[in-house]
């Protein structure tokens, strides 16, 4: 019998005496797609740091365990290490040169390259070095690539730069990249769906199973158990650093994956949340508002948001729905009449929207919402201080002057209350937001909004690229704030099962103009023909 391409044996790794990673053994076979589920922090990014050798295992005192590849018993102390043995990963977040070309990305740091009559002279005196010198294959890259892209099923001119091609096509260059290495024999996919379209992770999935038919073993990290129940043929679950159930796919099901994830059954609930008298006052009223953000142009919305309602916006990518509170809010040009309680409102001024009770939870987390290097306490603390002025203490704070200064006693403070008051797993309000798992990240993007006490809260794909565990707390942390301290709330989401779960209404998105407004327990067909852009 074959040895299994990849078997991780008894792998433990502690952090600052904190255990991550509690003897977890994991095998995937020569073919096989094997998928790695588990809640964010259950270890799964520590088993992968240490498989790929990131240098973070190395600074923090190593780890314990056996990895092998093929049967040899390797130890990867860098990523170089790691991708020579065949190990190679395709990340959530791109990592690509947006100014390069698909060639020059898929051959980067593996150029081809051929001997010129510089190299040449000059190879009596620099030997091995003049190699250095040599003139790039061009057309020997570009043959390569090509054959990369076919082997993935793409036809794209390899010329073309990065910069400007379709999210899409992005992941797929990371995993052309990927493939092109000859000795490519184990593929990590972290999260590769997350920023995708519904056809576009359709047909990511069809890439990794002809991936694994040429032979290729696959490690698939994902949150969405459908497409695990989809592509996988066997799954490991993680749970707090350890391995609590390997299934076969045929034994498995999304509620059983989920419940084993969480450690208990995820509430079965209704399928909408239930019926409620809502007030009849106005307090948001959108007429004819146009927003010019690439992807998601906004062509004519009109819109009202009742006070104490959670209104969900739903529709396909692309139709608009992520525009309307970037437009709102300020971020990108907006053209429109807009009231708020009953005067007008001005467009294109964040911090003005902040001022009049309004915050916003961005649908980009990494970019927009979080400030990843800073502090938790900083984090939850950075609107409130630039748009309010609270956490500022001396003489010149009532003012928000200039010479006042930053409380961070204060600020500290509220940050503890808030990791408490949100569940927000970490190891203290010091510890850098970057170190935090998605789940938690998008936690205290939560608290930094909610710090701001309020009236209407703007609130973009709260879930996505967190695990099943996390999605439904940030839900049911948003039902709180509704419920039982009267927040508003504007909920944008890909995810029409969760709007139908906590919304009071859903206005449905298409071409940029609302296609119609229905109650969350509206028959499957009224969405779905709203989706396909019919009126209903």
């Known amino acids: 019998m074959p040895a299994p391409a990849l078997a991780l044996t008894d792998i433990k790794k502690q952090y600052f005496g904190n255990a991550v990673l509690k003897g977890v053994s994991l095998e995937v076979g020569v073919g096989e797609i094997h998928a790695l589920v588990g809640e964010n922090g259950a270890g799964k990014s520590t088993l992968m740091n240490i498989l790929f050798g990131m240098p973070v295992i190395r600074e923090t005192g190593g780890y314990e365990g056996t990895i092998r590849l093929g049967g040899d018993v390797i130890d990867p102390r860098t990523p170089s290490d790691a991708m020579a043995r065949g190990v190679g990963m395709v990340h959530q977040e791109f990592m690509l040169l947006p100014g390069f070309s698909i060639t020059e990305n898929i051959k980067l740091n593996r150029e081809r390259t051929r001997p010129n009559l510089i190299s040449r002279g000059l190879r009596p005196l620099l030997r091995s ?295 927000i797993r970490c190891r203290g309000p010091q510890e850098a937001v970057r170190r935090l798992s998605g789940g938690n990240q998008q936690k205290v993007c939560l608290a930094r909004a909610l710090t701001l006490d309020p009236e209407l809260l703007f609130v973009s794909e709260p879930t996505r690229g967190i695990d099943v565990g996390a999605k439904d707390r940030v839900l049911n942390l948003l039902i709180d704030a509704n419920r039982n301290e009267g927040k508003t709330i504007v909920l944008t989401s890909s995810e029409l099962l969760e709007l139908r779960r906590v919304c009071d209404r859903i206005a449905v998105i298409d071409a940029g103009r609302v296609a119609g407004v229905l109650p969350p327990d509206a028959p499957d067909v009224e969405f779905g023909l709203l989706f396909a852009g019919e009126r209903v």
């Not at 519904?198 to 497409?227: K, N, P, S, V, Y």
């Open 129 to 423: 070095r003049a190699a250095s010198l040599e003139s790039l294959d061009m057309a020997t890259m570009r043959s390569d690539t090509r054959a990369a892209l076919k082997q993935i099923g793409m036809s794209l001119d390899e010329m073309l730069p990065v910069a400007g091609l379709p999210v899409g096509h992005m992941q797929f260059i990371e995993i052309a990249r990927e493939v092109d290495k000859e000795n490519a024999r184990l593929l990590v996919f972290d999260e590769p769906t997350a920023v995708l379209t519904e056809t576009e992770a359709d047909d990511l999935l069809r890439t990794m199973r002809m991936l694994a038919a040429q032979g290729i073993a696959i490690l698939f990290i994902t949150h969405r158990l459908d497409e695990v129940m989809t592509v996988a043929d066997r799954i490991t679950v993680l749970r707090d650093g350890e391995v609590v159930a390997r299934v076969d796919r045929k034994d498995a099901t999304v509620p059983r994956l989920a419940e084993l994830m969480i450690g208990r059954a995820l509430p079965e609930g209704e399928r909408s949340r239930p019926k409620r008298t809502l007030s009849d006052e106005v307090i948001l009223s959108v007429r004819g508002l146009e927003v010019e953000m690439p992807g998601e142009e906004v062509r004519g919305v009109d819109l009202e948001v009742r006070r104490g309602e959670i209104l969900g916006l739903a529709g396909l990518a692309g139709q608009g729905k992520i525009g309307i509170a970037n437009g709102l809010m300020g971020l990108y040009p907006a053209r429109g009449q807009v009231t708020w309680k009953g005067e007008p409102f001005p467009l294109g001024h964040p911090r003005e929207a902040l001022r009049r009770g309004l915050a916003f939870v961005s649908e980009d987390r990494r970019q927009v919402g979080l400030l990843l290097d800073e502090a938790i306490e900083r984090n939850i603390a950075a609107s409130a201080l630039e748009a309010r002025g609270m956490f500022l203490r001396g003489p010149f704070a009532r003012s928000n002057g200039a010479l006042a200064l930053y409380d961070q006693k204060a600020a500290r403070l509220h940050a503890k209350a808030q990791i408490e008051a949100l569940d």
